[in-house]
């Protein structure tokens, strides 16, 4: 973490608990960097997550209010935070499995009633914290511990999902693209009502080792060629399609 | 001129159980409602509804009941009282909210109206089938507190007490009524002359833990500049996750205890009826508690001394109280709608015979069955 963002980080932390090359740090920085040209006060900014390595972006390391949940519930709390106190911008981040999995039910809900909150979802298309189980955003064919042979079933494409459910903006990038990233984050904390932003976040650990993916100068080249604009997709046959990540914006 | 008028103690008016529950919700402070429909405790869901409109609030009817508990919690981190109300299938969706809540030290309180189970078992009927889930429902060492009303009055009155034990311990409080009671419809008095508790916010300490080994700590809101770590995993006095040190976990799990254990006096309430000269007590509770006083009342006229000790706090449990009243009588009686849940734990705080009157069928045990279960035992 660089000095420059150090004013949000928690006064009193030892380092992180994230494995060397986790992707989940790098998006902590996106975050910070999008807060911090916001400009909101320190002390109106509420960081609400659930369980899982994600869920550690927010708590401990930012030193604002934080609210560390249960799997699958931070935005049912962060429901009642938000509706108890308005003024309180509250961002929730959280993983893949526990965002659109065990949350998912939440997670459309939040998105139809327009809840004015921001959802940050690190998908890093795996369980990261339990070991590497098959999540339903891994993609068909690739191996996790529940799957050795191979998942078989299509995973959610989420940004899709929370613009059929109501949201009013939502945008996918990987953490390899700082830039955009940041932007993302940054509109959708300043659009009012319910904004998400799909960060692929790659997880040596637990994904890049078990799909082969090599090192993590390799790791981050793969997952960085897996990110294509729409106009890329559109240029690519159905099964390349299916193997990649369409970034950009999908609801503006 | 006319005189200035003396404040006048409101008049009783026919209520509602689950209806009076709303009301003294609202005078109590509860400023947050979130709910998911479920028989037969949707009343205080949909009054709770109205008064948060008039009175200023938030109302949310959520996706289902682990929303529910979830949103109240975190409500209550924002600064508002805060509170839930559910039946027998939504209350075991809300047990991982409610550990969390206690493990937090959140105050909260949930209303569960009690119905026959398990499953979906008989929605509109009576049953006292959940003092154990009360208890034992979430996973780990919890040490609750569980109110029982047996009255409207009382579901009015614990309400409110409810409130304050919630802010005055820092915890989770369960208002444990039953299907009879939340429907029963009586006179009440929606009185407003009671003591109102609010959550320490302000003051020197750490959020997390305090010197005293039985302490409650200051609870700061989302938005008071306090940068405030909330976790359900085992924390330091700061909230910072220490889930590896012995001593840390140790340590707030025996503190969560002492907090509500050590001020058992202070929460404990029974309500003795004829005990004085009584030869044979009943222990009872919430609609079981009226069946029993009636039987008292017949078993008198008959010349037998039959006396209540009736339970208004289920937990902690009243256990110098049942073990007094062992000493003093020829046997207990428990009569309860389940199968002998609580007359088990009333066996453990006392040396004396305890008979065990139960009953499943999703009515109320009436009271010449407790009349001639005394009779024979006389
Ligand atoms: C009710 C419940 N079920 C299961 C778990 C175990 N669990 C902890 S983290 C986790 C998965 C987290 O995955 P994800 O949200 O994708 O985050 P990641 O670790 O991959 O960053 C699970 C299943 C739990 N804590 N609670
Ligand atoms: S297991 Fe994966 S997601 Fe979790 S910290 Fe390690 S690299 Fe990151």
């Known amino acids: 973490m660089t000095r420059a963002m150090e004013q949000y980080l928690r006064k009193g932390l030892k380092g992180t608990a994230f494995c060397p090359g986790c992707g989940h740090g790098l998006l902590l920085g996106s975050i910070l960097r999008a807060v911090d040209r916001l400009g909101i006060p320190q002390d109106d900014l509420l960081f609400v997550s659930g369980i899982g390595c994600a869920a550690w972006i927010p708590s401990p390391n930012i030193g604002t209010d934080t609210l560390h949940t249960l799997h699958g519930r931070a935005i049912p709390f962060a429901t009642g935070a938000k509706l108890a106190n308005p003024k309180l911008t509250t961002i929730i981040a959280s993983g893949d499995g526990d965002l659109t999995s065990i949350g998912g039910n939440h997670l459309i809900h939040a998105a139809r009633r327009d809840l004015d909150v921001t959802v940050i979802c690190a998908n890093n298309q795996i369980y990261g914290m339990t070991g590497g189980q098959t999540a339903c955003t891994t993609p068909v064919g690739t191996h996790t511990a529940t799957d050795p042979a191979g998942n078989v079933f299509r995973p959610f494409d989420v940004c899709r999902l929370v613009k059929a459910a109501g949201a009013r903006y939502a945008a996918r990038y990987p953490v390899t693209r700082p830039v955009e990233l940041i932007d993302a984050i940054e509109k959708a904390i300043r659009i009012k009502g319910f904004t998400f932003v799909e960060a692929i976040s790659p997880c040596p650990t637990q994904y890049g080792r078990r799909n082969a993916l090599g090192d993590l100068a390799k790791l981050y080249e793969a997952v960085d060629a897996s990110c294509v604009t729409a106009e890329e997709a559109a240029r690519l046959g159905e099964d390349e399609r299916r193997r990649r990540f369409v970034v950009g914006e999908v609801v503006s | ?378």
Not at chain 2, 207 to 216: H, L, M
Not at chain 2, 250 to 261: N, P, S
Request: one cysteine or more; proline letters at 5%; charged letters at 25%.
């Open chain 2, 1 to 378: 001129m006319a005189e200035p008028k003396r404040k006048e103690r409101p008049a009783a008016q026919l209520l509602q159980g689950n209806v009076a529950a709303a009301e003294a919700a609202i005078r109590a402070g509860c400023r947050f409602f979130a709910g998911y429909p479920i028989t037969p405790s949707s009343e205080i869901m949909v009054r709770m509804a109205e008064l948060l409109r008039e009175r200023g609030g938030a109302f949310m009817q959520m996706e289902d009941e682990i929303a529910s508990i979830c949103a109240v919690a975190g409500a209550s981190w924002s600064g508002a009282k805060a509170m839930t109300a559910t039946s027998g299938p939504g209350f075991s969706l809300m047990q991982e909210g409610l550990g969390y809540a206690y493990f937090t030290e959140t105050p909260l309180v949930l209303i569960d109206v009690q119905r026959a189970g398990p499953a979906t078992g008989q929605a509109t009927h009576v049953a006292q089938g959940d003092v154990m889930q009360f208890r034992y429902g979430s996973h780990g060492d919890l040490f609750p507190i569980a109110l029982v009303p047996w009255s409207v009055q009382e579901m009015y009155d614990l309400t409110i007490r409810a409130f304050n034990l919630a802010e005055r311990f820092r915890t989770p409080v369960f208002l444990a009524a039953d299907e009879a009671v939340g429907h029963l419809r009586e006179n009440a008095v929606l009185h407003d002359d009671y003591e109102v508790v609010d959550r320490v916010r302000f003051g020197d300490g750490d959020p997390f833990g305090s010197a005293d080994p039985a302490g409650v700590p200051v609870m700061p809101a989302f938005g008071d500049g306090r940068a405030l770590m909330v976790t359900g995993s085992t924390h330091d006095p700061k909230g910072f996750r220490k889930v590896d040190d012995p001593n840390v976990h140790d340590a707030l799990v025996t503190r969560l205890m002492r907090k509500v254990m050590d001020h058992a006096d202070e929460i404990v309430e029974v309500d003795a009826h004829l005990l004085d000269d009584a030869e044979i007590g009943i222990v009872a509770y919430g609609i079981s508690a009226r069946t029993s006083i009636a039987a008292v009342k017949r078993l008198r006229a008959k010349g037998v001394k039959a006396g209540l000790l009736r339970l208004k706090t289920l937990w902690p449990f009243p256990e110098r109280e049942i073990a007094r009243l062992g000493e003093r009588v020829r046997a207990i009686v428990v009569p309860e709608l389940n199968k002998g849940m609580i007359a088990g734990v009333v066996r453990g705080c006392t040396r004396a015979r305890v008979l065990s009157i139960t009953q499943t069928n999703g009515k109320t045990i009436d009271p010449s069955r407790v009349v001639r279960f005394a009779e024979e035992m006389s």
